[in-house]
């Protein structure tokens, strides 16, 4: 009798172990198909990719990024601006609701928000790494040979870069003002750049860049250093396109802005051999399409097409 009611209670116990976990086992199966359905994040963001600026290289290539994935038809990409995205990032994040945008390093989102991710590009339309190269007017080697030997000398690290936006970011301060002090913190880097550079007595130099804080760091970081050698430079923010035309045209002098093989490949082509290269001034840049870590989704082709 006893044993008997040891057995019942064993088999009772047992029966509710088994049902809790049966439970847990169909909590997580609803789990996964409710996973499932808002896996088609397609229709929770409109089917749109928030973007910037209508001339970035990234908006280009995003463009060619809807053409080249067949998943993608219907889609859109959103084009405004890089501080429209930015807020839409930040109100995305605060409620975990889903977003897509379009991303690079280095830039001080990915301090702000370390848990963002690639999606993978299994076409590779937005390439691998990225290098940030320095470009320069033809002539400007022989007319100012001393702006050229620096900016061909120019050469830093995405910590630096990334550095210098983020403290911007968090203390409000100007990137100008921001990279004065770096510049200052940091005089071994400034003097390989100035290694066998002479000082010079107010020989202008105009810098071409991007609206974007990754080229007015660097920009303003080599102003403050060239003028310190005794140039004086001034640096105008325009359009991708613009920055390409003006060093071809020979209007500017030089640009320490063009990211490729891909961002601005378009660019580059267009008006090869109308400038010289001087090479990379930063390398492991990157481009792409950028989610939260909290979308279950690793891949573009992931992303549904529009019903
Ligand atoms: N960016 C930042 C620019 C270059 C620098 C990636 C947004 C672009 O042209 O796309």
Redesign the pocket.
Known sequence: MYLNRKWLMFSITLFFILAVAAGCSSESKNDGSKKNDSDDYGEAVDYTITG?EPG????VTTEKALEEYDNLQGWELEQAS?AAMAAELDKAMKKKSPIIITG?NPHWTFAKYPDMKYLDDPKGVYGGEEKIKTLARKGLKKDKPEAYKLLDQFHWEVEDMEGIMYDSKESGEKIDKVAKKWVADNPDKVKEWTKGVPDVNGVKVELVS?P?D??RASSSVVKEVMEKKGFDVTVTPVD?AVVFESIAHGDGDATL?A?LPI??KDFYDKFKGKFNDLGENLTGAK?GLVVPEYMDIDSIEDLKPKK
């Not at 970035?56 to 908006?59: L, R, S, V, Y």
């Open positions: 910037i970035a290289g990234i908006t890089t690079w991007t974007w990754s080229e991708v802005a990211w961002t601005h481009i």
